[in-house]
């Protein structure tokens, strides 16, 4: 935020945080690099976030505006040892400040944890608000009118064709947008079949990493899903159908990839599925020899 009176509120937030200092080093890529550093090594984290959010706290109460403050994957503190304290130290500082505080995640089942669990200090301290899949028309609607302002036709029937693909989901949507985009003048569905190819290869290492962590029957189970979403998912005739082994099998590896958020149960529909539809789609061709048209694979 700028006003022509007063400059702008970053600069200020950033003289008021005064347990980091911007740093300025060395790159072999882009010359040079950005970050920020501790502005003492003799402290501990805990000691740093303390003074660094009662110099949020400050910048907050001398404000002349609302601040908004968010937080993203926020869930990841639970893998400190500390994590405990420095909720409970995050907790105390955020209720001395008007201020409203967005706690963001992509691990959803975590980041509910530590607001909906008794033991965790901001247990009960937010509204919890899950982000659904983006409305079909509009986001329609939306890709096609990117595409003409940028002087390349495409129907509105194409940009339907491309959001369902990718389940109407924010960031594969404007992704595999971008590749058909790039790909020719003219948006077809060949183009759209191309672009999500070139999406499936840019997301491959973040899927590879995550299939790693796993063992072999949970990578079973979500090949199992990708191809055969489950409404039952411990009947006896799925579990045979996939080679899935034992019930107990199952329970323990669809326990750990809900924990993961890597499956889900659809509220609408009852069925399992995978959450992340594109990662569904490359599971689902770890099984395919080849795939010629992805209306045949979806």
Known sequence: MVTHQKEPYWKTALRTIKSFRPVLKPDAESGMSLSVEPSSVEKSGLELLEETMASLGEFISAADTLVHVALDEFQEIVVLKESLQIEGAMRTHMHQSQASYFFIGSRRRVLLGIFNEQQRPFFRSAINYPLKSLPPEDLAQFIARQFRENNKECSERLTGLLASLVEHHPYYAQKLSFFVYELSDSVTEETI???????????????????????????????????????????????????????????????????????????????WRLVDPVFAIWMKMQTEEKVVDWGTIL
């Open 193 to 271: 079949n191309l672009g999500t190819e070139k999406l499936l290869m840019s997301e491959k290492p973040v899927f590879e990493a995550i299939i790693q962590g796993l063992s072999p029957h949970q990578r079973l189970l979500l090949q199992a899903l990708a191809r055969d979403p489950a409404q039952k998912l411990l009947a006896n005739a799925y579990i045979r159908k996939h080679r899935l082994g034992s019930v107990g099998g199952v329970q323990h590896s669809a326990k750990k990839l809900d924990e993961l958020d890597l499956i889900e149960r659809d509220e609408e529909s009852g069925y």
